[in-house]
């Protein structure tokens, strides 16, 4: 591994943060949401779906789902074990199933069948947390007020020394100390195509890495 650029970190300054995302920004120019939607309430699903499994894999499995059922009725109507074997290449079908049928239930009895535009609101549905809320309010509403921490963004922040914690709320939060609200939306997209396209949690791609001179884990490696 070619060391030249090795650099002492220093990385919870706004100054260094900027720096680090403008390169990614650089690298990365089409960084976007990964998961395909025709709704903020179909999104919601999506997400759900995407818990411990790929956005690929969420991809082509809800097309035909939406296509016939996109609303939150058509959910609450639906016989929990179609649902399941609608759901079932995602993983985890019985719980993704019991949740999206109470996230349907609850939207249409106390949001008029609308999806909430607030944070607060989002995060008291069944099946979507802290960091799915996030998605949403950035995706489906373009709103961003967090970023989403997912393995790709623990593991990036981790190896940058952006934060020193494991729970992804707390990851959160340190970066929202040194993070300027204008790039909430970038930082969401970019930390999820470099942990996919370069800094694999096996095999980092470091000699590629455009922010390794930042980087903890390639100046201890």
């Given at each position: 591994?070619?060391?030249?650029?090795k650099k002492?970190?220093?990385?919870?300054?706004?100054?260094?943060?900027v720096?680090i995302?403008e390169?990614?920004?650089?690298?990365?120019?089409?960084?976007?949401?990964?998961l395909?939607?025709?709704?903020?309430?179909?999104?919601g699903?999506?997400?759900?779906?995407?818990?411990?499994?790929?956005?690929?894999?969420?991809?082509k499995?809800?097309?035909?789902i939406?296509?016939?059922?996109?609303?939150?009725?058509?959910?609450?109507?639906?016989?929990?074990?179609?649902?399941?074997?609608?759901?079932?290449?995602c993983?985890?079908?019985?719980?993704?199933?019991k949740?999206?049928?109470?996230?349907?239930?609850?939207?249409?009895?106390?949001?008029?069948?609308?999806?909430?535009?607030?944070?607060?609101?989002?995060?008291?549905?069944?099946?979507?947390?802290?960091?799915s809320?996030?998605v949403?309010?950035?995706?489906?509403?373009?709103?961003?007020?967090?970023?989403?921490?997912?393995?790709?963004?623990?593991?990036?922040?981790?190896?940058?020394?952006?934060?020193?914690?494991?729970?992804?709320?707390?990851?959160?939060?340190?970066?929202?100390?040194?993070?300027?609200?204008?790039?909430y939306?970038?930082?969401?997209?970019l930390?999820?195509?470099?942990?996919?396209?370069?800094?694999?949690?096996?095999?980092?791609?470091?000699?590629?890495?455009?922010?390794?001179?930042?980087?903890?884990?390639?100046?201890?490696?």
């Amino acid at each position: 591994m070619n060391k030249k650029h090795k650099k002492t970190n220093h990385n919870s300054s706004k100054a260094n943060i900027v720096k680090i995302i403008e390169l990614l920004k650089n690298t990365y120019p089409d960084a976007t949401c990964s998961l395909d939607f025709n709704s903020p309430f179909e999104l919601g699903i999506a997400v759900m779906l995407s818990a411990q499994c790929t956005d690929e894999r969420v991809n082509k499995t809800t097309p035909s789902i939406f296509e016939n059922y996109n609303k939150p009725q058509d959910f609450i109507d639906m016989d929990i074990k179609l649902l399941e074997s609608l759901i079932h290449p995602c993983g985890f079908y019985k719980t993704k199933a019991k949740n999206i049928k109470a996230y349907s239930k609850k939207i249409m009895e106390e949001y008029n069948g609308n999806l909430p535009k607030e944070m607060e609101e989002l995060i008291k549905l069944p099946g979507i947390g802290r960091k799915s809320a996030n998605v949403i309010m950035l995706e489906a509403f373009n709103s961003p007020v967090g970023i989403a921490i997912d393995t790709h963004a623990k593991r990036i922040c981790n190896r940058l020394g952006l934060s020193n914690n494991s729970d992804p709320s707390k990851i959160e939060q340190d970066l929202l100390k040194i993070i300027p609200n204008e790039y909430y939306k970038d930082v969401n997209h970019l930390l999820v195509w470099h942990g996919r396209n370069t800094c694999n949690a096996r095999n980092p791609k470091c000699d590629k890495c455009p922010v390794s001179m930042y980087c903890n884990y390639y100046s201890n490696n």
